[in-house]
């Protein structure tokens, strides 16, 4: 049997080799931000980005630097929240009492302003956090089509408010009424799509906003600053920058965030929630930890169960909250599962994220790898091992998938979420096991289930659809489409997001009422056809 040769020193470049095509064209040092619709220069603390790509030097691998960005204040966050909550006007500002109409076109003029910084955006992601330049590209798409999907959605949903509804002798125009102020923070995995999945729908329903980017991927929205300037009314979007564990407090402290959408940690999210001096006010959206399992049966078809594992596990090198993180297999199948999966694996090309096909690359955080290592030492000491050809094998930003078998209750890779590339695996005789675990579990975003035998899949699908929010059958875990709901049990999340949800979950229902009576009719009648509301209107947005 042919041993694989592991030369991981040899996928990293010197500087003049990277294809200019990938190459960024310079540094970028980004020195100003955006807040109460100005473009403010900035000239105080800055922090350094460098990318998880390295470069080889002559003194050996070095991460490469990629430029800088502000690292703003209380004093600056603080002034962009007065901006947004002005803005806001308790509800009576430009923008909250906008047409829905007039927000759309806004948030369209925004998207065309997007599209045409396409190219540097993409090279932003790939170089920020790692992600293969087409799956850069695949998620620019997929924002664009999810801001599109948006907006024909609050189409939809404006055209089934434009009617009067009669009942019990009232008349009430029902729509949806924005929350106020809204603190936005994305996650560094997705850091455009995520984060754009919870800013555009808060926004077009006309919240006003404070942004921070992710830690990782602060960049790639720089390029964006000016279409946010000159499409939306002066303090509607206002970006924070910092160190988060600084800023963020005294914004929640203030008590003047109306809505906290979070993608991130469960204890994060905890911790700023009770920082809020009217908690009874505050709605949070947020996507947080996941440890999804895959429970592969006796009756599995294990060509595809290794197949969907692999995607499942390793997409992204692991490092999405909808990854399969934990795998169930019956002890029976576990050998040849465990020998088609080291193959499959084996066959994944690794190398820089511009390379064609490439599957594994550098992961973006620093003590990832160390980390990693960690988990894999303890796995050992409690008896498990590591049984690919040189899994765990890494060097400087670069971590080769480990699958690791059998994994126990003892280990951190049984209940920590990894988040990178190490796929456990644990022996199962009885299907109580996997559904105990399950149970037990603090997470609760999805499941994956393996199986041909219809009574078995039905067995475990009546217990886990009340432990998680999907149940994938023979198919890993994943968000889309984006018009199914996405969200999560126990600590894994807060509210719903699909392209319908998140509408819903940054507004509120509001009526105008009033009783049935000639007088009032006319009353209707008469503002309606003055066009003197925005909201109470019957005008229809094709």
């Known amino acids: 049997m042919l041993t694989m040769q592991l030369d991981l020193e040899s996928i990293f470049y010197a500087d003049e080799d990277i294809p200019a095509a990938y190459a960024l064209d310079?540094?970028?040092?980004?020195?100003?931000?955006?807040?109460?619709?100005?473009m403010l220069p900035w000239t105080g603390e800055t922090s350094d980005v460098f990318s998880p790509i390295c470069v080889k030097t002559k003194d050996g691998l070095q991460r490469k630097r990629i430029g800088s960005y502000p690292v703003c204040t209380e004093k600056q966050s603080m002034e962009a929240l007065e901006a947004a909550v002005q803005a806001y006007n308790s509800g009576r500002g430009e923008w909250p009492t906008m047409s829905v109409a007039d927000r759309i076109a806004c948030v369209e003029?925004?998207?065309?302003?997007?599209?045409?910084?396409?190219?540097?955006?993409?090279?932003?992601?790939?170089?920020?956090?790692?992600?293969?330049?087409?799956?850069?590209?695949?998620?620019?798409?997929?924002?664009?089509?999810?801001?599109?999907?948006?907006?024909?959605?609050?189409?939809?949903?404006?055209?089934?408010?434009?009617?009067?509804?009669?009942?019990?002798?009232?008349?009430?125009?029902?729509?949806?009424?924005?929350?106020?102020?809204?603190?936005?923070m994305g996650p560094f995995n997705y850091p455009l799509n995520e984060t754009f999945t919870t800013l555009i729908p808060a926004l077009i329903m006309g919240n006003t906003l404070l942004f921070k980017p992710p830690k990782h991927g602060t960049l790639l929205h720089y390029p964006l600053l000016e279409a946010f300037r000159t499409s939306f009314p002066k303090g509607v979007v206002n970006t924070i920058y910092g160190r988060g564990n600084k800023i963020v407090p005294q914004l929640m402290q203030s008590g003047k965030i109306n809505v906290l959408t979070l993608i991130g940690s469960s204890r994060v999210a905890d911790e700023l929630k009770k920082l809020h001096p009217r908690v009874n006010r505050l709605r949070a959206i947020l996507g947080l930890d996941a440890k999804n399992a895959a429970i592969i049966t006796k009756d599995a078809d294990?060509?595809?169960?290794?197949?969907?594992?692999?995607?499942?596990?390793?997409?992204?090198?692991?490092?999405?909250?909808?990854?399969?993180?934990?795998?169930?297999?019956?002890?029976?199948m576990a050998p040849e599962f465990l020998k088609r999966l080291s193959t499959a694996v084996g066959k994944l090309k690794y190398g820089m994220p511009w390379e064609k096909d490439v599957a594994l690359t550098p992961l973006p955080e620093v003590n990832k790898?160390?980390?990693?290592?960690?988990?894999?030492?303890?796995?050992?000491?409690?008896?498990?091992?590591?049984?690919?050809?040189?899994?765990?094998?890494?060097?400087?930003?670069?971590?080769?998938?480990?699958i690791v078998y059998p994994v126990n209750a003892q280990m951190k890779l049984y209940r920590e979420e990894q988040?990178?590339?190490?796929?456990?695996?644990?022996?199962?005789?009885?299907?109580?096991?996997?559904?105990?675990?399950?149970?037990?579990?603090?997470?609760?975003?999805?499941?994956?289930?393996?199986?041909?035998?219809?009574?078995?899949?039905?067995?475990?699908?009546?217990?886990?659809?009340?432990?998680?929010?999907?149940v994938n059958v023979n198919s890993q875990c994943q968000r889309g489409p984006d018009t199914?709901?996405?969200?999560?049990?126990?600590?894994?999340?807060?509210?719903?997001?699909?392209?319908?949800?998140?509408?819903?979950?940054?507004?509120?229902?509001?009526?105008?009422?009033?009783?049935?009576?000639?007088?009032?009719?006319?009353?209707?009648?008469?503002?309606?056809?003055?066009?003197?509301s925005n909201f109470l209107s019957t005008k229809y947005i094709f």
Not at 26 to 38: A, C, P, V
Not at 135 to 146: G, H, I, L, Q
Not at 309 to 330: D, E, P, W
């Open 484 to 532: 199914f709901p996405f969200t999560g049990r126990k600590d894994s999340a807060e509210g719903t997001l699909s392209v319908v949800d998140a509408l819903r979950s940054f507004s509120i229902r509001s009526l105008v009422a009033t009783k049935n009576t000639d007088k009032n009719k006319k009353l209707l009648n008469e503002i309606v056809g003055d066009n003197s």
């Open 26 to 38: 310079e540094q970028i040092d980004q020195r100003e931000f955006l807040s109460n619709g100005e």
């Open 302 to 332: 294990l060509d595809l169960a290794v197949s969907e594992t692999v995607l499942g596990a390793l997409s992204f090198n692991g490092q999405r909250c909808t990854a399969l993180k934990i795998i169930y297999v019956h002890r029976s």
């Open 419 to 470: 988040f990178g590339p190490v796929i456990p695996v644990v022996p199962f005789d009885d299907l109580e096991e996997p559904i105990e675990y399950l149970i037990e579990s603090s997470h609760g975003q999805q499941v994956s289930i393996f199986s041909n035998n219809a009574a078995v899949i039905s067995s475990l699908i009546d217990p886990l659809v009340n432990q998680v929010s999907r």
């Open 369 to 402: 790898p160390a980390y990693l290592t960690e988990c894999l030492e303890d796995a050992r000491k409690h008896g498990a091992k590591v049984v690919n050809e040189h899994g765990g094998e890494m060097l400087e930003s670069f971590f080769y998938p480990a």
């Open 109 to 184: 003029r925004f998207t065309q302003q997007m599209i045409d910084k396409k190219e540097i955006v993409v090279k932003l992601i790939m170089w920020e956090i790692g992600k293969s330049y087409m799956d850069s590209v695949k998620e620019f798409d997929r924002t664009v089509e999810y801001i599109y999907a948006t907006i024909d959605a609050l189409k939809d949903v404006d055209r089934d408010s434009s009617r009067f509804q009669i009942e019990q002798g009232i008349i009430a125009q029902i729509r949806r009424s924005p929350l106020g102020v809204v603190l936005c």
